[in-house]
């Protein structure tokens, strides 16, 4: 029996929902139910998560090429559903110019690269409602990293190797044509075991992206099936494939595999077991160079944090890395990288000027429960910053780039009386003392507020008094500085505090009513320079109509 026959016997291509290929099986999941099918090569009817799976015999003939060609039918076919949910819905919550999903959820920032004149950056989307389903991948282009513009939706989970789920990954840009290596999650029968692969997809010409399949198929040993999100870069005359691994000892760490050709890939190891127990998984590895200095950047999971305060298990931060003459990579000194509630899946990339770039996913795995969730839509990325290493330290700074939107500028002395700024949206400067606190976001009730501990020398950031739902609610970081100087972005949903010259940076999505546009400072005035921000001229998000 064909393909095609198998394919009428589910109700057509049409009614296809989900494509299987497990060992020497073809399972089809649909979207109606139909009869069982009756021919020799049918095996069973199976229900998993309340949806409905037909499993074949699968066809001796079927051929890779086969294969893909059907992937191409569904990525069309999902592709065209998803058009309805490219429309940004509106929302008191909507950020006015960091990025954000029109609906449903976004999570990781990837294939973040400068190519062909122009910045790209996809993000991981599931369109049809807040919760972790089926990622699909958005594709963005910036000429200044500041006005972007929705291209595509770039990849659907359409594949047998990634129907679950196009997880993250990176981007290669090689002249013309730029490489997206990514992780294809899927679930296989009502226990839903995970199968891993590592995949590449090929954009020439349009830019559109083209799957060329799995490049690494089977796991590594000692490692579990959570083994994905390849960080793709050159050294020498080998490309090196970091991943983020998890031991069958549950213990994190970073595998490694080197090619020549980008297509053919040889495992070389597991690394970072200097730093010992550190976590059960590690995601989202980057690495790159910065003053000097090589560090890998990751995501642990399951590390203890030093607060009470801070009872999530997910953190983000880099290491020094060290390479050696051979294939070896050690790593020491692990620092957080954002100290805030939210702040996850940092990923970078170098600019034509030689700057290192930043944007992370403003969300966490496990958090979906915020107040845009009840208008349809979740999640958004940071502002993008510019790393550096000076004298021992990594530093973040917003991109210079945004001091277009600047709206208006002037000078203010912050009271305990209320100053009402009027908007959401908003660049502020200031330097505390300790005993001082600042209060944003202020009015109907609310208010978020930031303050320097005199008692503990922390910078206490405590999210208590705004609509947030999430179990934490204060953040704090230690600063051994006499004062405390503030860059604060704020925009309608969220803040980023860059402290001390970016030497620290607190995160988080913070929910309040339209009329808490307030600020004031207790403990002493202050001095701060207030700049208003605008919308960019073409948002991305106001342009998702194709």
Not at 179 to 188: A, D
Not at 242 to 269: F, I, N, P
Request: net charge negative; glycine share 8%; with cysteine.
């Amino acid at each position: 029996m064909s393909i095609q026959q198998i394919f009428s016997l589910c109700g057509g291509v049409q009614n296809i929902a989900r494509v299987l290929l497990p060992d020497d099986k073809l399972i089809i999941e649909v979207k109606h139910d139909v009869e069982e099918p009756n021919a020799p090569e049918f095996i069973k009817t199976i229900e998993v998560q309340g949806e409905t799976q037909l499993v074949f015999r699968r066809p001796a003939d079927l051929t890779f090429d086969e294969a893909l060609a059907l992937d191409q039918t569904l990525a069309a076919l999902q592709k065209h559903r998803a058009k309805a949910y490219q429309t940004p819905i509106e929302s008191e919550w909507r950020p006015s110019w960091h990025i954000s999903p029109p609906i449903g959820l976004l999570n990781d920032p990837n294939g973040f690269i400068y190519h062909n004149g122009q910045y790209h950056l996809f993000y991981q989307w599931y369109p049809y409602g807040c919760e972790h389903k089926d990622k699909h991948w958005v594709l963005l282009t910036s000429d200044d990293l500041v006005n972007w513009t929705w291209q595509r939706v770039a990849l659907t989970p359409s594949a047998w190797f990634d129907s679950h789920g196009v997880f993250s990954g990176h981007s290669v840009s090689q002249g013309d044509t730029l490489y997206t290596f990514y992780t294809g999650n899927t679930r296989i029968g009502p226990q839903r075991d995970r199968h891993t692969t590592q995949c590449v997809a090929i954009a020439k010409g349009d830019g559109e992206l083209v799957k060329q399949g799995p490049i690494i198929e089977g796991l590594p040993p000692g490692v579990t099936e959570h083994i994905r999100d390849p960080k793709v870069f050159k050294r020498g005359e080998l490309w090196w494939m970091v991943l983020g691994a998890q031991t069958t000892e549950l213990q994190g760490r970073l595998a490694v595999y080197t090619s020549r050709d980008l297509k053919h890939w040889d495992y070389q190891g597991l690394f970072g077991q200097e730093l010992g127990d550190f976590g059960y998984m590690w995601e989202c590895p980057d690495m790159f160079e910065l003053g000097g200095q090589d560090f890998a950047m990751f995501c642990p999971q399951g590390i203890e944090f030093e607060s009470p305060y801070h009872t999530i298990g997910h953190h983000n931060g880099l290491a020094k890395a060290q390479f050696g003459d051979e294939i070896t990579l050690e790593l020491s000194d692990f620092q957080a990288l954002d100290y805030g509630f939210d702040f996850y899946a940092p990923q970078t990339m170098q600019a034509p000027d030689g700057r290192r770039i930043l944007c992370a996913w403003m969300g966490l795995p496990d958090e979906v429960d915020q107040p845009s969730s009840d208008e349809g839509w979740a999640h958004q990325l940071t502002c993008f910053r510019q790393l550096d290493y000076r004298d021992g330290v990594v530093r973040q700074y917003p991109i210079r780039e945004l001091e277009s939107l600047i709206e208006t500028q002037q000078s203010v002395v912050l009271t305990e009386a209320l100053h009402d700024v009027g908007v959401q949206s908003f660049d502020l400067s200031l330097t505390l003392e300790w005993g001082q606190s600042l209060n944003l976001f202020e009015g109907d009730g609310h208010q978020l507020v930031i303050k320097a501990n005199a008692e503990t020398h922390q910078l206490i950031l405590d999210r208590s008094e705004t609509l947030n739902r999430a179990a934490d609610v204060i953040r704090e970081v230690d600063i051994d500085t006499d004062l405390i100087e503030l860059r604060i972005l704020a925009d309608t949903s969220s803040v980023e505090i860059f402290i001390n010259q970016g030497q620290y940076v607190m995160t988080s999505r913070v929910f309040t009513s339209k009329q808490s546009t307030c600020m004031s400072v207790l403990g002493g005035d202050v001095n701060a320079c207030l700049k208003t921000l605008k919308a960019p001229k073409a948002p991305f998000a106001n342009e998702a109509t194709a």
